[in-house]
């Protein structure tokens, strides 16, 4: 179990009702005057200045341990338990007045600090407070002998009014320090941390006065003892023993760890476990040392992995003193439970090979699969997304894994399909955490009007995706936000091969063309721009796979080798994610839009070039292109380079064909042309688009030789 708790019993009602037994019974009003004698009547101006200072020194001797005298009352002032006026009778002697009210202040300090021992010794209060109220209780103690000896040498006639102050002012800086502590404790009700902070810090004011400072610390020392004792529990075991709520660290029980394979924004790793704001002032450099600490030792019990911090005799943390050695001790717990935790992800649960199975599949880094996936599965994957089955797509997946080299990766079984039912940029749109403006954007988004555009045109190709199974604790790292980006660099690089494949076809439906000796404008213009088009897709391919997946994978593996906690590893790899994200351009709007187009123009002109090349050979065929239009141009990425047409026998208007071919390559070139000035402003800004922009830009130029 990773916390402990109990109820807290409630102080019984007689503690209440019988204040002669808690020390409050000072503070109960007197209904009448008990006669101790027929001269307890008399003004003490009656007597000479001797009996006087008899009078007033047995008074103040009660008054030190919170009892009324004869002539020396107690009051409360607005029905305020920590604000008391002492009183004397008016007829004393005024030398006398001076030398009581001189002693007044330590019997408020210690009515002060009485009262809170008493309070704060409750249940409800904390272990904290019990502490603290333990140590002032053991100081009263001391404190009381000093009253019984000081009333010994007055009943042996040795106590003189200047001789209990005289006894008095070694107690008086200490007691007041104290009673300035709890009033701002009882004043704002501090449990805890607070109590713990509020100490130092008036050790620090003390900083002056060694006696009263070294006091302080000792009272420090005891309220540490229970709060080391919740820690020590934590960093050595990772249970949290707090039945008050007053550690710093917080259990969030409704997070649980299947939330991470389910919820995109799941936050298990950072919110299970959370610092709170009250931290002790002496922990504070320390506490997300201690926050790790206790949650890794919890993912090990989570997994069955039972370990504990081997703490020796001069490891425990309950020897809190002033040379720090308690730090030691959290330090060493760190590493330890930091490195078996690490080993335990990277050994058993062979994190590094999880993530190397991952970029084979979802970054395309050993594509045969793919290959073989998309000559099969192409019917499939030309439906709309609503029409496509995911079980038949599933066993299609699967055939081409069994069919290739994946076959021999054992993690294979963990890929599974997925098909989402809007646009790239749809989904994009969507995710809010990644509008972050990359690519030098500034703060860029999608509009609805940019989402809508695409939605009537997609199909399987735009919207299939692939899985992958990740089982705890490998989810703390592959979380579903984490393979929801790998998801998305799969769709563009997919989407990217699909069109690459098209091009290539509608290449080789050229090159048969030559082999007929087929020659002509038509043909060459054509041809041209076929070849341009896959420059471009090529390029953009190579920059993908070659200038940002290749060279972020190899630093974050390096990265990760080198780790020592288990936060590095997900600091390394959220980085990684974030940057292929953004050097792919999929977190800034404009480009990727940019990019959809021209790859939806490449599409167009693939499907057409079949009716093209028929065309060329037949004019006569039912397929015309005068009338060839932008919304026709729309129409014709839905046809397949598979379908046959009807072959015509009659020669064909080459013209015709040409003004086909031009409209394409006057689209392709006016994308192109625009994607121009954004790549060049933004690669100022954005050194890695300086790449983009070298492969791309000089494509489309081989129409002017």
Request: net charge negative.
């Amino acid at each position: 179990m990773d916390a402990v708790s109990s109820p807290c019993p409630s102080t019984p009602q007689w503690n209440y009702d019988r204040p002669f037994l808690t020390g409050q019974f000072h503070q109960e009003s007197k209904g009448h005057s008990v006669d101790i004698g027929l001269e307890s009547e008399k003004p003490i101006g009656c007597y000479n200045a001797s009996v006087q200072e008899l009078i007033v020194i047995d008074d103040l001797l009660s008054a030190l341990v919170g009892i009324e005298g004869r002539y020396i009352s107690i009051n409360r002032v607005g029905g305020n338990d920590d604000s008391f006026i002492f009183n004397v009778d008016g007829s004393m002697d005024l030398a006398l007045q001076e030398s009581s009210k001189r002693i007044f202040p330590l019997c408020k300090s210690y009515l002060i600090i009485n009262q809170f021992v008493e309070s704060r010794s409750q249940f409800k209060s904390g272990l904290v407070n019990h502490a603290f109220a333990a140590a002032l209780r053991a100081l009263l103690l001391d404190y009381q002998a000093m009253v019984a000896q000081l009333e010994h040498q007055f009943r042996l006639g040795r106590l003189s009014i200047q001789g209990l102050w005289f006894y008095c002012q070694p107690m008086m800086g200490s007691m007041q320090a104290l009673s300035t502590v709890i009033r701002k404790a009882s004043a704002s009700n501090f449990v805890g941390s607070a109590v713990l902070n509020l100490l130092q810090s008036q050790a620090k004011i003390m900083a002056g006065n060694y006696l009263v400072r070294s006091l302080l610390e000792k009272m420090i020392e005891s309220a540490n003892s229970a709060y080391l004792g919740i820690l020590e529990r934590w960093v050595y075991e990772g249970v949290i023993d707090d039945p008050h709520d007053e550690f710093f660290i917080a259990e969030n029980k409704s997070l649980q760890k299947e939330s991470l394979t389910e919820d995109y924004d799941a936050m298990y790793w950072r919110q299970r476990y959370s610092l709170k704001d009250d931290i002790p002032s002496f922990l504070a450099n320390s506490a997300e040392t201690i926050l790790t600490t206790g949650k890794s030792l919890n993912v090990m019990r989570e997994c069955g992995h039972t370990v504990q911090v081997p703490a020796l005799e001069n490891s425990k943390l309950m020897n809190f003193g002033s040379n720090d050695h308690y730090l030691e001790c959290i330090k060493s717990a760190y590493d330890f439970a930091s490195g078996e935790l690490l080993n335990l992800m990277k050994d058993k649960y062979d994190l590094i090979g999880k993530l190397r199975s991952i970029k084979h599949y979802l970054l395309l880094d050993q594509g045969d699969f793919l290959v073989h996936f998309m000559d099969i599965a192409r019917d499939e994957l030309d439906k709309t997304p609503n029409e496509i089955s995911v079980e038949k797509l599933q066993s299609l997946l699967d055939l081409a894994l069994r069919s290739t080299a994946a076959a021999a990766d054992p993690l294979h079984e963990d890929v599974t399909c997925s098909v989402d039912t809007g646009s790239l940029l749809k989904r994009l749109s969507i995710l809010k955490d990644l509008q972050t403006g990359g690519g030098g954007g500034g703060g860029e988004s999608v509009s609805e009007a940019d989402v809508l555009e695409e939605e009537p045109l997609i199909t399987g190709m735009e919207t299939f995706s692939v899985n992958y199974k990740v089982q705890w604790p490998l989810s703390l790292v592959i979380s579903r936000k984490a393979l929801t980006k790998y998801q998305l660099i799969f769709r563009f690089l997919f989407h990217c091969k699909h069109v690459h494949r098209q091009l290539c076809a509608a290449w080789q439906l050229h090159q048969g063309a030559r082999a007929r000796d087929m020659h002509g404008t038509a043909i060459s213009t054509s041809s041209i721009l076929c070849r341009n088009m896959l420059k471009f897709i090529n390029s953009l391919l190579h920059y993908l796979t070659f200038e940002v997946l290749e060279p972020n994978w190899h630093v974050m593996h390096n990265k990760l080798e080198n780790a020592k906690s288990i936060d590095e590893v997900i600091q390394y790899h959220d980085f990684f994610m974030e940057k292929c994200l953004k050097e792919c351009s999929l977190l800034s709007p404009i480009l990727l839009k940019k990019f959809e187009k021209l790859k939806l123009v490449c599409l167009q002109y693939a499907s057409a070039t079949q009716w093209l090349m028929s065309s060329i050979e037949a004019p006569d065929s039912n397929s015309s292109f005068d009338d060839l239009d932008s919304s026709s141009l729309e129409n014709v990425k839905v046809l397949k380079l598979r379908k046959s047409s009807k072959k015509p026998n009659s020669p064909t208007d080459e013209s015709t064909v040409i003004e086909c071919v031009l409209k394409f390559e006057r689209e392709f070139s006016s994308e192109l042309e625009s994607l121009r000035p954004i790549l060049s402003s933004r690669a100022q800004a954005e050194p890695y688009l300086t790449h983009l922009a070298q492969l791309i830009l000089g494509v489309g130029m081989d129409h002017h030789m």
